[in-house]
C-alpha cells in the first residue's frame, strides 16, 4: 500500500510524460481558422465598425422625423415696473401684481419640411458608410485565412519534414566492416547530416513554427496544441483555373473592387450634400403654452410658424471644389487598384500553374525513386554504389516534399488573389 501511494505522490510530482498531454488543443485547419476570427483583435475591431455604421444610419434616419419638446418653468419675482422675461422661459411680458409667482409650461415641434435633400443624402452616405465597413470585415476575414493558412502550412511541413528525416535516417544502408574507407565515410558524413537537419528541424524550426501559429489564431504561445491534419492530407487542386477566369473571380469577389466602388458613392454623396447647402430648408413649427399664477393654468396661448432659412456663405464653393476634387481623386484610385489587383492576379496565377506542374513531377520521380531504391537495397551492391544511390533517393524524397508545401502556399496565395477558395 505504502509503495503505491509513494508511486502516485511521484507521478504527480513529474507531471504527465512528455508527448502525452491529456490537456492539448486538437487542431486542424478549419479549427485553426475559426480560432482566429474569434481572436483576431483587427477583425474584432471591423465588426464593432459595422455596429458602429448600423447605429448612424438610425441617426441619419432619426433627422426625418419632428422635434418635438416639453418644458416646465416657475418663475419668483418682485418688480415695481413692467418687464420681459427670457426667451427661454417664453419671452413672456410681466406687469407687477398682487402675486409674485408665474408658472408655465410649453409644448413645441419643429418638422423641416424641405431641406435640399441633405437629409436624403446623409441616409445615403451612412449606408454606404455600412456597406464599406462591410467590406473591409471581408476583406480582413480573407487575409486571415490565407495568414492562418500559411502558418498552418508551415507548421505541418516541419513536422513532415523531421518524420521524413526520421524515416530516410532508418533508411540508411547498413555499414559493414568489409565495406571501403570512403564508403564509410561517405555513410557517417550522410548519417551526420541527418542528424544535423534532424536536430536543426525539432529545436529551431519547429519552435518557430508553433510560435507563428499560435499567434496567428490568438491563443497563449505556451498552450500545448495536437495537430491532426497532415500535409498530404491537405487539399490540393489537379489544375489551376484559367486566367480568364481567375481575372473575373477576382472582380466578382475582391473585397477591393466593392470598397473602391462604395468610396465612389460616398464621394459623390458629400458632392450632393455640399451642393445641397446652398438651397433653403423650410420647417414648420409650432408651440402651445400654458402660463398662470395658480393651479390649474388657465391662461393659454399658441403659435405656429413656416419658417424658411436662407443660407449665404462664403466658403459654398470652395467646399464644393473640394470634394469635386476628393471625387476625382477616388476614381484615379479606383483605377490603380484594379491594376494592382490584376497584376497579383496574374502574377499568383501562373506561380500556381508552374508549382502544380512542378509538384505533378516530383510526385512521380519520388514514386520511381522509391521503387528503385527499395529494390536495389535487398541487393548484393557495394555500400559505396548504395550510398551514391541513398543520395538521390533523399534528395528527391525532401524535393517532393517542399514541392508540395511550395503548391499549398502558391494556392492560398492564389485564393487569396481572387478572393475565394478553389474547389
Known amino acids: 500500500m505504502t509503495r503505491h501511494l509513494l508511486a502516485v505522490i511521484l507521478l504527480l510530482a513529474v507531471g504527465p510524460v512528455r508527448g502525452e498531454s491529456p490537456m492539448a488543443k486538437k487542431l486542424d485547419l478549419k479549427e485553426a481558422v475559426r480560432l482566429s476570427m474569434l481572436n483576431n483583435p483587427n477583425l474584432l475591431s471591423a465588426l464593432e465598425d459595422i455596429a458602429i455604421a448600423e447605429q448612424r444610419i438610425r441617426m441619419a434616419r432619426h433627422l426625418r422625423y419632428p422635434h418635438v419638446g416639453l418644458d416646465f418653468s416657475a418663475l419668483d419675482y418682485k418688480s415695481e415696473s413692467s418687464f420681459v422675461i427670457t426667451e427661454h422661459s417664453g419671452g413672456l411680458l410681466m406687469t407687477p401684481t398682487r402675486r409674485d409667482q408665474l408658472y408655465s409650461g ?111 489564431i490568438g491563443m497563449d504561445l505556451s498552450r500545448d496544441i495536437e495537430v491532426t491534419d497532415v500535409i498530404e492530407e491537405l487539399e490540393m487542386v489537379p489544375a489551376a483555373p484559367t486566367l480568364e477566369q481567375a481575372l473575373s473571380w477576382a472582380r466578382e469577389y475582391r473585397p477591393e473592387y466593392k470598397s473602391e466602388a462604395l468610396e465612389s458613392e460616398i464621394d459623390a454623396t458629400e458632392v450632393a450634400i455640399a451642393l445641397a447647402g446652398r438651397k433653403p430648408i423650410v420647417s414648420l413649427m409650432g408651440m402651445y403654452e400654458l402660463t398662470g399664477a395658480d393651479f390649474p393654468l388657465r391662461s393659454n396661448n399658441w403659435s405656429g410658424m413656416l419658417r424658411m432659412h436662407l443660407p449665404f456663405s462664403w466658403d459654398y464653393w470652395t467646399t464644393i471644389r473640394e470634394r469635386k476634387a476628393q471625387l476625382r481623386k477616388g476614381q484615379v484610385r479606383k483605377v490603380d487598384i484594379g491594376d494592382k489587383i490584376s497584376l497579383e492576379v496574374r502574377q499568383w496565377h501562373g506561380d500556381l500553374s508552374y508549382q502544380i506542374a512542378r509538384l505533378k513531377t516530383f510526385r512521380q520521380r519520388e514514386r520511381l525513386w522509391q521503387d528503385a531504391y527499395d529494390a536495389a537495397i535487398g541487393g548484393g551492391d557495394p555500400l559505396r554504389d548504395k550510398m551514391e544511390l541513398f543520395l538521390r533517393y533523399k534528395r528527391v524524397r525532401l524535393h517532393a516534399l517542399q514541392a508540395l508545401e511550395d503548391a499549398l502556399l502558391a494556392r492560398y496565395e492564389f485564393e487569396h488573389a481572387v478572393g475565394r477558395e478553389l474547389r
Not at 419640411?113 to 458608410?129: E, F
Not at 511541413?157 to 523531421?162: D, G, L, V
Not at 535516417?169 to 574507407?181: I, T
Open 106 to 216: 410649453r409644448a413645441f415641434f419643429e418638422e423641416e419640411l424641405y431641406t435640399g435633400g441633405r437629409t436624403h443624402n446623409a441616409i445615403i452616405l451612412a449606408k454606404a458608410a455600412l456597406e464599406k465597413a462591410k467590406t473591409l470585415r471581408d476583406d480582413m476575414q480573407i487575409r486571415i485565412v490565407r495568414d492562418v493558412s500559411v502558418r498552418f502550412l508551415e507548421y505541418v511541413h516541419c513536422q513532415r519534414r523531421i518524420t521524413l528525416i526520421r524515416e530516410l535516417m532508418a533508411k540508411l544502408p547498413a555499414r559493414s566492416a568489409s565495406s571501403g574507407v570512403a564508403a564509410r565515410l561517405l555513410f557517417d558524413d550522410e548519417r551526420l547530416e541527418l542528424a544535423s537537419l534532424l536536430e536543426e528541424a525539432e529545436v529551431k524550426e519547429l519552435p518557430v513554427a508553433r510560435g507563428a501559429l499560435l499567434k496567428a
